[in-house]
Structure formats: structure tokens, C-alpha cells
């Protein structure tokens, strides 16, 4: 049997597994298994912990339902670094990402802050399909357009809407993220601008679909919004699971601070995920 975690931040869930001892047999067939939550245990991605190599606490592997890998996660960053500060007892730990090492610490509140790292704004980085300014992008997806792109070591474009409330962005969502500009589809935000330190946001995110957080499209929707002057660089962003606090700092590095939690604790084996 194999021990798992379930845990979330802000309703943005995953299920954790243990591998840094390299037994447990992970493969995207099996992880999409475990996150589907009619058949499965059901998660927004499946998080796998392995061996980190010098200078980093874990590494940690991030599938998506679909069985896909995804480069980031930002509430799944926060939730290991509050598990692995749990292990060892220190207030301040290292994780490794296919995106790189994410330096995180436990706040005076409890919450847990993540350095997502700077974010990549040409657009090759994102990547997009040709050569353009990632703050305008020429696309519109039913009653939306113009959004920007940016890279977290995911890619991410950012709608801004007037009113949240009024968008279908669920059914919109599907179309932005296969969009012929998004070569390695997007998460795709829509993002209702409440004043220049306060934003609302959605998120359809790539391999998972709506989900009630997203911590590497917040820092995304922060760093498009301030590209275009919509508010400063620091923003609480209201999320359909909770709030989460952004900075990005004025060396490029983008801060993210909320809360976690673990849901429950089990066990599995994989054949009882079998088609």
C-alpha cells in the first residue's frame, strides 16, 4: 500500500506521495488514475516528492489529471514547504521544481511564502506561436480579448474583464487554453481589476480546468497587471478558494504568501485505479 497526503491551498487540492526512495513505480498513466475524481482519490494535480540533489530540500514532481507534467505550481510549492518544515523543524526550506529551487518560509501569521522566481516575458518564453509584445495579445476568445503572457515556468495568459460576475469563463476557458497563439497551451485568467492593490481572478488551468486556486496564475495575473499599469506590484488577489498575497520585487522575483492545509491522510495501491 502506498501512503498519501491530501492537501490544499485555498481549495486548490493535491494528492502527495512519497517516492525519495524511488519505489513506488509513478507513471503519468498511474498519477492521472490517482487525480481522476470519479475513479480516484481526485486532485488538481498529483504531487510526487524524489530525491532533490545538492542544495535544495526535495524535489518535487507536479502531474496534472490529464497525466501531463506541468513546470510550476505555486500552492503545491507552498504545501510541501509546510510539510518539509513539518520534517524538519526549520522555518525555511528549498524546493526544486522543473521550473528551479523555490525558497520558501513560514510567516509570522503561519502562512507560507514561496519565491516563484522571476517571471519570463518574451514571447518565446511563454512560448507563443510567433514573434509579438506578450503585454497585447491579438486574441479573443468569445466575449474576451486582448489579453497578456507571461511565463511562471508555466505559461499563463491573463484577461482583463470588467465585471467576473457576468463572464461564463468556464465555457471560455477550453477554447483559450488550445488557442493557435498557445504552442504548449496556457492556464488561462480572468482577472476583474478592483483597485491598484486588489484584484479578483479565475483560473482555467492547463490539464486540470477550473480550479478554486491558482497560485503561479496569480503571480502571472499580478505581473500582467502591472505591465499594464493596471496596479502596483504588490496585490491581494481574491481567488474562488481564498486570498493570496503577491509581491513582485523590484529584483524581478515574484513573492506569494497564503495559507495550506492537510485535508486527510490514506492509503492506495494502484491496481485499485485500474480501468
Given at each position: ?61 507536479i ?15 507552498r ?64 466575449a ?84 499594464r ?29 497564503g ?17
Amino acid at each position: 500500500m502506498i501512503p498519501f497526503r491530501k492537501m490544499h491551498g485555498l481549495g486548490n487540492d493535491f494528492v502527495v506521495v512519497d517516492d525519495r526512495q524511488k519505489t513506488l513505480g509513478v507513471t503519468p498513466a498511474r498519477a492521472a488514475a490517482a487525480a481522476d475524481r470519479h475513479r480516484g482519490i481526485g486532485c488538481d494535480q498529483f504531487i510526487v516528492l524524489e530525491p532533490p540533489g545538492e542544495g535544495a530540500d526535495v524535489f518535487m514532481r507536479i502531474y496534472n489529471p490529464d497525466g501531463s507534467e506541468a513546470e510550476a505550481c505555486g500552492n503545491a510549492t507552498r504545501c510541501i514547504a509546510h510539510l518539509l518544515m513539518g520534517e524538519t523543524g526549520r522555518e525555511s526550506v528549498v524546493v526544486r521544481t522543473v521550473r528551479g529551487d523555490l525558497p520558501c518560509q513560514r510567516l509570522p501569521d503561519g502562512t507560507i511564502s514561496a519565491d516563484m522566481g522571476p517571471p519570463s516575458l518574451e514571447w518565446q518564453d511563454v512560448p507563443l506561436a510567433s514573434a509579438m509584445d506578450t503585454t497585447h495579445l491579438p486574441m479573443t476568445v468569445g466575449a474576451v480579448t486582448d489579453p497578456a503572457a507571461c511565463s511562471m515556468g508555466n505559461p499563463h495568459v491573463t484577461f482583463f474583464v470588467g465585471d467576473l460576475d457576468r463572464l461564463d469563463w468556464q465555457a471560455l476557458g477550453p477554447e483559450a487554453e488550445h488557442h493557435p497563439l498557445l504552442p504548449a497551451r496556457a492556464n488561462v485568467g480572468f482577472a476583474q481589476v478592483i483597485d491598484t492593490d486588489h484584484i479578483r481572478l479565475a483560473i482555467w488551468e492547463r490539464g486540470a480546468g477550473p480550479t478554486l486556486a491558482c497560485g503561479s496564475g496569480a503571480c502571472a495575473t499580478l505581473v500582467n497587471a502591472h505591465r499594464r499599469g493596471l496596479t502596483g506590484r504588490r496585490a491581494r488577489i481574491d481567488l474562488p478558494g481564498g486570498t493570496l498575497t503577491l509581491e513582485w520585487r523590484l529584483d524581478g522575483h515574484v513573492l506569494m504568501a497564503g495559507p495550506v492545509a492537510t485535508a486527510f491522510t490514506g492509503e492506495f495501491d494502484w491496481d485499485s485505479f485500474a480501468a
